[in-house]
Protein backbone atom coordinates (compact mmCIF):
# COMPACT_ATOMS: atom_id res chain seq x y z
CA UNK A 1 0.00 0.00 0.00
CA UNK A 2 1.03 3.49 -0.63
CA UNK A 3 1.14 5.53 2.28
CA UNK A 4 0.80 9.64 2.56
CA UNK A 5 1.26 11.78 5.18
CA UNK A 6 0.56 15.38 4.26
CA UNK A 7 0.57 18.81 6.39
CA UNK A 8 0.08 22.54 5.53
CA UNK A 9 -3.67 23.07 5.68
CA UNK A 10 -5.19 25.58 8.33
CA UNK A 11 -7.02 28.79 8.18
CA UNK A 12 -5.94 31.87 6.26
CA UNK A 13 -7.80 35.41 5.55
CA UNK A 14 -8.60 36.26 2.00
CA UNK A 15 -6.01 36.94 0.09
CA UNK A 16 -3.04 34.76 1.67
CA UNK A 17 -1.36 31.74 1.28
CA UNK A 18 -0.94 28.12 2.11
CA UNK A 19 1.54 25.56 1.45
CA UNK A 20 0.47 22.10 1.35
CA UNK A 21 3.17 19.10 1.15
CA UNK A 22 2.69 15.43 0.71
CA UNK A 23 4.98 12.48 1.08
CA UNK A 24 4.14 9.00 -0.18
CA UNK A 25 6.09 6.50 0.23
CA UNK A 26 5.28 2.01 -0.25
CA UNK A 27 7.91 -0.27 0.31
CA UNK A 28 8.42 -2.10 -3.44
CA UNK A 29 5.79 0.74 -5.35
CA UNK A 30 6.78 3.57 -8.20
CA UNK A 31 5.07 6.45 -7.77
CA UNK A 32 3.82 8.22 -11.40
CA UNK A 33 1.67 11.22 -11.66
CA UNK A 34 0.96 13.28 -8.31
CA UNK A 35 -1.48 15.71 -7.74
CA UNK A 36 -3.82 17.47 -5.26
CA UNK A 37 -7.91 17.24 -5.38
CA UNK A 38 -10.55 19.29 -3.12
CA UNK A 39 -13.93 18.77 -1.82
CA UNK A 40 -16.12 21.05 -0.37
CA UNK A 41 -19.20 20.22 1.57
CA UNK A 42 -22.03 19.10 -0.72
CA UNK A 43 -19.94 19.08 -3.87
CA UNK A 44 -18.14 16.04 -5.69
CA UNK A 45 -14.60 16.02 -5.40
CA UNK A 46 -12.14 17.82 -8.01
CA UNK A 47 -9.04 18.39 -9.88
CA UNK A 48 -6.47 21.08 -8.50
CA UNK A 49 -3.40 20.60 -10.28
CA UNK A 50 -1.26 17.65 -11.13
CA UNK A 51 1.95 16.67 -12.06
CA UNK A 52 3.71 13.93 -13.94
CA UNK A 53 7.20 12.82 -13.18
CA UNK A 54 8.93 14.64 -16.02
CA UNK A 55 7.45 17.56 -14.13
CA UNK A 56 4.77 18.23 -16.93
CA UNK A 57 1.77 20.23 -14.99
CA UNK A 58 -2.03 20.92 -15.35
CA UNK A 59 -4.20 23.45 -13.17
CA UNK A 60 -8.42 24.00 -12.62
CA UNK A 61 -8.63 26.81 -14.79
CA UNK A 62 -9.74 28.87 -10.89
CA UNK A 63 -6.63 28.34 -9.62
CA UNK A 64 -4.49 29.15 -12.48
CA UNK A 65 -2.10 32.17 -11.75
CA UNK A 66 -2.81 31.65 -8.09
CA UNK A 67 -1.66 28.01 -7.15
CA UNK A 68 1.67 26.48 -8.22
CA UNK A 69 2.11 23.04 -7.89
CA UNK A 70 6.06 21.24 -7.42
CA UNK A 71 7.37 17.98 -6.85
CA UNK A 72 10.68 16.08 -5.17
CA UNK A 73 11.07 12.73 -7.37
CA UNK A 74 13.59 11.72 -5.03
CA UNK A 75 11.41 12.05 -1.79
CA UNK A 76 7.88 11.56 -3.03
CA UNK A 77 6.59 14.71 -2.00
CA UNK A 78 4.40 16.72 -3.96
CA UNK A 79 3.81 20.39 -2.50
CA UNK A 80 0.47 22.89 -3.52
CA UNK A 81 1.71 26.13 -2.93
CA UNK A 82 -1.49 28.98 -3.30
CA UNK A 83 -1.46 32.13 -2.69
CA UNK A 84 -4.25 35.44 -2.93
CA UNK A 85 -6.64 32.67 -1.33
CA UNK A 86 -10.09 33.17 -1.59
CA UNK A 87 -13.23 32.03 0.14
CA UNK A 88 -14.07 29.80 -2.55
CA UNK A 89 -11.07 28.20 -2.11
CA UNK A 90 -11.94 26.80 0.99
CA UNK A 91 -12.30 22.68 1.07
CA UNK A 92 -10.73 19.07 2.25
CA UNK A 93 -7.70 19.20 -0.09
CA UNK A 94 -6.70 15.40 -0.98
CA UNK A 95 -2.88 14.83 -1.95
CA UNK A 96 -2.72 12.01 -4.55
CA UNK A 97 -0.88 9.62 -6.10
CA UNK A 98 -0.60 7.37 -9.35
CA UNK A 99 1.28 4.10 -7.89
CA UNK A 100 2.42 0.36 -9.30
CA UNK A 101 4.06 -2.22 -7.95
CA UNK A 102 7.53 -2.51 -9.63
CA UNK A 103 6.50 -6.18 -10.46
CA UNK A 104 3.70 -4.68 -12.36
CA UNK A 105 2.64 -2.44 -15.20
CA UNK A 106 -1.08 -2.07 -13.66
CA UNK A 107 -1.25 1.65 -11.99
CA UNK A 108 -3.66 2.48 -9.39
CA UNK A 109 -4.94 5.86 -7.38
CA UNK A 110 -4.27 6.21 -3.87
CA UNK A 111 -5.70 8.84 -1.59
CA UNK A 112 -4.38 10.47 1.25
CA UNK A 113 -6.25 11.40 3.81
CA UNK A 114 -7.48 14.92 3.29
CA UNK A 115 -5.92 18.52 5.02
CA UNK A 116 -8.34 21.13 5.73
CA UNK A 117 -7.98 24.56 3.89
CA UNK A 118 -10.76 27.34 5.28
CA UNK A 119 -9.95 31.21 4.12
CA UNK A 120 -12.17 33.28 5.92
CA UNK A 121 -12.41 35.94 7.51
Known amino acids: QVQFVESGGGWVQPGGSLRLSCAAS????????MGWYRQAPGEQRELVAR???????NYADSVKGRFTISRDNAQNTVYLQMNSLKPEDTAVYYC???????????????WGQGTQVTVSS
Open 96 to 110: NAVASLYSSVRQTDY
Open 26 to 33: GSGYRIYD
Open 51 to 57: ITRGRSM
